[in-house]
């Protein structure tokens, strides 16, 4: 079982709170002793871990999914290494978004997009049910999903190509969002509304660099995450890397304290965690080192960082990120009480499991 023994902020040493800041890809598929990922739980402590099923840098099948059992027996041995509970997170939105694949023995799932064009929530909350039942089963706690961006470019690679987004108008999204985190939480796993704040106009695609919203963009598109927010149905929202001069003429969102403080914390009330895109996605590794990341995302609001691990050759290693945030401390660019704030909101969430 799960260790349950959730520390509290003033429990953790400076270099553990910063590991609860991390949230880890890592090559593999189990835990065997010697393992890196063993070894980065063990020595590094950071706040989770994501799961992959294909190893998209060398284009092979298996990453850390192979079959129901192996992700299981990884999932529970991840746990068992941990000092303090991990999220254990994973892209499982349904469709072609979709890492739990039927070929290696999990059930089909259904699109945000053929759930919304079906067009009834018990439905869509049913189906959600049923993917937080796999995820479950699975020793899954945190889902990178519901997507809340508004499909309102048919021709976007990254969103509605995919089948994404529940519809192209904020209602619909607000609707089929709403009753996809009821069926989640039924089964109590985490979600995480993505991508704040709107990345359905967009063409580009983060995955490979630079892409401006600024003339696509629609206020509109934050009316999901303030109706949710409201309802105190988002426990989690993840950011773009989208950037839109209307709301910062240089970082993109995901670096924007005008975009994470000011406004979705400020003007939305958003109280819980905010977590980054895949900071390996070249809209962000292109244009920053890792060190100017890190303390512009600290800056700007962010709590979690995701480094997928699985985007570019060069695997960034936890002790770097530490040992980078650490300095950040003491050259006092960044106070270890703002490390304590976004540490208390990701405890919070641990609390939920």
């Given at each position: 079982m799960p260790n349950n023994n959730l520390s509290t902020v003033s429990e953790l040493s400076l270099k553990e709170k910063i590991g609860q800041l991390f949230l880890m890809g890592f090559r593999g598929n189990d835990i065997s002793e010697g393992s890196e990922v063993l070894d980065m739980i063990k020595e590094h402590k950071p706040g989770g871990v994501i799961l992959f099923d294909k190893?998209?840098?060398h284009d092979q099948p298996v990453h850390n999914i192979k079959s129901p059992e192996q992700v299981r027996n990884?999932?529970?041995?991840l746990q068992e290494a941990s000092k303090t509970p991990l999220l254990i997170g994973i892209d499982q939105e349904g469709g072609l978004i979709n890492r739990l694949k039927p070929e290696y023995g999990f059930p089909e799932t259904i699109s945000?997009?053929?759930?919304?064009?079906?067009?009834?929530?018990?439905f869509t909350e049913s189906h959600s049910r049923h993917i937080a039942a796999i995820l479950s089963d699975a020793g899954i706690n945190l889902n990178f999903a519901?997507?809340?961006?508004?499909?309102s470019n048919p021709n976007s690679s990254i969103i509605a190509k995919r089948e994404r987004s529940f519809g192209n108008?904020?209602?619909k999204v607000t609707r089929h969002a709403r009753a996809y985190i009821r069926g989640h939480q039924q089964k109590n796993i985490q979600t995480c509304c993505k991508h704040f704040p709107g990345h359905g106009s967009a063409e580009g695609d983060t995955h490979a660099g630079f892409v401006d919203v600024t003339d696509t963009w629609d206020e509109n598109e934050l009316e999901p995450y303030k109706t949710l927010i409201d309802e105190g149905l988002c426990s989690m929202i993840m950011t773009a890397h989208i950037f839109n001069s209307k709301l910062d003429k240089e970082m993109p969102a995901t670096l924007s304290g005008n975009v994470l403080n000011d406004l979705l914390r400020k003007k939305l009330n958003f109280s819980?965690?905010?977590?980054?895109?895949d900071m390996q996605m070249r809209a962000i590794s292109d244009h920053y080192s890792l060190k100017e990341s890190l303390e512009k995302g600290l800056k700007a609001g962010l709590d979690i960082f995701c480094f997928g691990n699985n985007l570019l050759k060069e695997q960034v290693e936890l002790k770097d990120c530490i040992s980078a945030v650490g300095q950040l401390v003491e050259e006092g660019k960044i106070s270890e009480q703002r490390i304590d704030e976004s540490v208390s909101r990701i405890l919070k969430m641990k609390e939920r499991f």
């Amino acid at each position: 079982m799960p260790n349950n023994n959730l520390s509290t902020v003033s429990e953790l040493s400076l270099k553990e709170k910063i590991g609860q800041l991390f949230l880890m890809g890592f090559r593999g598929n189990d835990i065997s002793e010697g393992s890196e990922v063993l070894d980065m739980i063990k020595e590094h402590k950071p706040g989770g871990v994501i799961l992959f099923d294909k190893d998209m840098v060398h284009d092979q099948p298996v990453h850390n999914i192979k079959s129901p059992e192996q992700v299981r027996n990884l999932t529970k041995a991840l746990q068992e290494a941990s000092k303090t509970p991990l999220l254990i997170g994973i892209d499982q939105e349904g469709g072609l978004i979709n890492r739990l694949k039927p070929e290696y023995g999990f059930p089909e799932t259904i699109s945000h997009q053929k759930l919304g064009e079906k067009d009834e929530t018990a439905f869509t909350e049913s189906h959600s049910r049923h993917i937080a039942a796999i995820l479950s089963d699975a020793g899954i706690n945190l889902n990178f999903a519901p997507v809340l961006d508004v499909s309102s470019n048919p021709n976007s690679s990254i969103i509605a190509k995919r089948e994404r987004s529940f519809g192209n108008s904020q209602d619909k999204v607000t609707r089929h969002a709403r009753a996809y985190i009821r069926g989640h939480q039924q089964k109590n796993i985490q979600t995480c509304c993505k991508h704040f704040p709107g990345h359905g106009s967009a063409e580009g695609d983060t995955h490979a660099g630079f892409v401006d919203v600024t003339d696509t963009w629609d206020e509109n598109e934050l009316e999901p995450y303030k109706t949710l927010i409201d309802e105190g149905l988002c426990s989690m929202i993840m950011t773009a890397h989208i950037f839109n001069s209307k709301l910062d003429k240089e970082m993109p969102a995901t670096l924007s304290g005008n975009v994470l403080n000011d406004l979705l914390r400020k003007k939305l009330n958003f109280s819980g965690v905010i977590i980054s895109d895949d900071m390996q996605m070249r809209a962000i590794s292109d244009h920053y080192s890792l060190k100017e990341s890190l303390e512009k995302g600290l800056k700007a609001g962010l709590d979690i960082f995701c480094f997928g691990n699985n985007l570019l050759k060069e695997q960034v290693e936890l002790k770097d990120c530490i040992s980078a945030v650490g300095q950040l401390v003491e050259e006092g660019k960044i106070s270890e009480q703002r490390i304590d704030e976004s540490v208390s909101r990701i405890l919070k969430m641990k609390e939920r499991f």
